[in-house]
């Protein structure tokens, strides 16, 4: 048996994963300095378009977007918005009168404003708001037919349904068109549903916007940290049964020559046992070989985004890997890996774990901001353009440093400090291994997907015994 079969045999059963907390406390400072970092997450104006926390549950997800983007209000029986158009017509002799009710369907935004109660398609019944980003509305709803079809058949079926509903203009239009082209083909290439991404079940044209209809899960992992390792993270065999399955669908996307290009906890759906988790949201999603790949550093949600695209490097599969190792790390230790308020500061914590860059990646992105037309972070002669914000005068401060060679923060360190009691010692230091190699600055040296899923992290206890002896 080849390796590609060995790996194609590796795909693990749903089972159940024990989510409990670490017994670590939290101390008061540290409590304090925890909810400061999350009350300032919201990115800057000009990032707004890459924040998308579109399955997000939780009311405590609007720190992660714009102000005011959580919405749905509930109406009674009988007043869903035909009905309400109707009445109001009724009441003013015309038909005029719903003519221009149906045309205000959107905000001024072009959201469409959703009623609870109301039948979208003519099938999925409005249930609640999930949440709302930058391209997108969504709903959970009820699929009426299903449940229907379950009733007849004597059983109890999946009836309820995550509808995301895109914004009502050109740009979000083209790009709801390929993301549906891009959820056909790794939908196409999983018959089985193996691979751990969200599945789309269905697409509509609902008043002028598409409508995508996804399986629905329990909750994103930015809740399931919050609900079980909130401040102190999940146990080490819980990171790992996860980051097994979020490596097993990045490589089924990196074989159909797609990058995700938006991972972060939020992003990522668990189960209802939370057994297990798919990736979703591949509204950012490009393939590859795509020629309108033109680099931007603010590609990704910011905490998230892989030094190569802050850089302005042009990037490829590499970025998801990268952010990939930030969820992992934020899920054993319940902190953000890169808490950085801009490009500069993320580049600024990012040499802190991995010391000075290279000079040829600092004359790279000299290169690469001038053609962007952006002010580059380093002097020419490799002094680092650090930004701060006076704490007194609130005045933007530039400072020219020169970078330590050898990394001020220890990761392997970081992670023996949130290690609990119950963990395995010998399994956070491979997890402190695998990270360090995902965190490679430089791209073209980072370890692949497929190495990454062969890493001592994921062998077998048994063979963790075996080798003991």
Known sequence: MGREEEEEGEEEEEGPVEVRVHSKPLTEEEAEQDMAMRAGQPEPSEEKAFLLDMFSLSPGDAALAADGLLGGKARGPGTGRMALASAGAAARGG????????????????????????????????LGSIGRGVFSTVLRCQDQRALQEGGEAGKKAPSVVAVKVIRNNDVMRKAAQRELELLRVIAAADPENKKHCVRLLAHLEHRQHVVMVFESLEMNLRET?????????LNISAVRTYAKQLLFALRHIEKLGIVHADIKPDNILVSEGFGQLKLCDFGSAFREDAPDNAPTPYLVSRFYRAPEVILGFEYGRGVDLWSVGCCLYELFTGRVTLPGSSNNEMLRLIMELKGALPQKLVRRH?????????????????????IEQDPVSKKVLLRLVHVPLQPTRDLTGLLLKAKAASDDKALVLRLADLLEKIFSVDATKRISVRDA????????????IANKK
Do not use: C
């Open 453 to 464: 899923l062969h890493h001592p992290f994921f062998s077998s206890v048994e063979t963790r």
């Open 225 to 233: 940290l919050r609900k079980f390792g909130k401040h102190v993270g």
């Open 366 to 386: 000299r290169l690469a901001y001038e053609q962007l037309k952006l002010e580059p972070m380093f002097e020419s002669d490799g002094r680092f353009r650090q």
């Open 95 to 126: 038909k005029d009168a719903v003519d221009t009710l149906e045309d205000n369907w959107d905000d001024h935004e072009g959201y469409y404003k959703t009623l609870v109660g109301e039948v979208i398609g003519d099938r999925y019944l409005v």
